[in-house]
Nanobody
Framework: EVQLVESGGGLVQAGGSLRLSCAAS????????IGWFRQVPGKEREGVSCISSSDGTTYYSDSVKGRFTISSDNAKNTVYLQMNSLKPEDTAVYYC????????????????WGKGILVTVSS
C-alpha cells in the first residue's frame, strides 16, 4: 500500500520555524521526486519545493526561496521541509506528493499524495 504521511505542522508565530516530514512507503522511492505543495481554501494548490530522490536536485518557488530548505534521507524514505522566517501568508495545508521531477511542479503529474497537514503562522 502506497503511503505518504506528513508530520511536523502546527501553530507558530511569524518569524519562527517548523520542519515538516514526509514519510513514504509502498513504492520505489528513488524512482520519484517528492514535492511539497500547499493550499489555502479558495485558492489553487501551489507547488512550493521538490527534490529528486535519485540525484538530489532541488527546486523552490520564488515565494519560499531563501527561507525553506528541502532535503531527503533516502535510507529512511523521508523528505523534510525546513521552513524558516515563516510569514502569515505561509499559512496553508501542506501536502507531500510523489511524481516526476520538474520545475513547473504540475500537480496533475504527481501519482501519490499525502493527506496534508496544517501550518498556521500567526502575526
Amino acid at each position: 500500500e502506497v503511503q505518504l504521511v506528513e508530520s511536523g505542522g502546527g501553530l507558530v508565530q511569524a518569524g519562527g520555524s517548523l520542519r515538516l516530514s514526509c514519510a513514504a512507503s509502498g513504492f520505489t522511492f528513488d524512482d520519484y521526486a517528492i514535492g511539497w505543495f500547499r493550499q489555502v481554501p479558495g485558492k489553487e494548490r501551489e507547488g512550493v519545493s521538490c527534490i529528486s530522490s535519485s540525484d538530489g536536485t532541488t527546486y523552490y518557488s520564488d515565494s519560499v526561496k531563501g527561507r525553506f530548505t528541502i532535503s531527503s534521507d533516502n535510507a529512511k524514505n523521508t523528505v523534510y521541509l525546513q521552513m524558516n522566517s515563516l510569514k502569515p501568508e505561509d499559512t496553508a495545508v501542506y501536502y507531500c506528493a510523489a511524481g516526476p521531477y520538474g520545475r513547473d511542479m504540475d500537480s496533475r503529474l504527481y501519482d501519490y499524495w499525502g493527506k496534508g497537514i496544517l501550518v498556521t503562522v500567526s502575526s
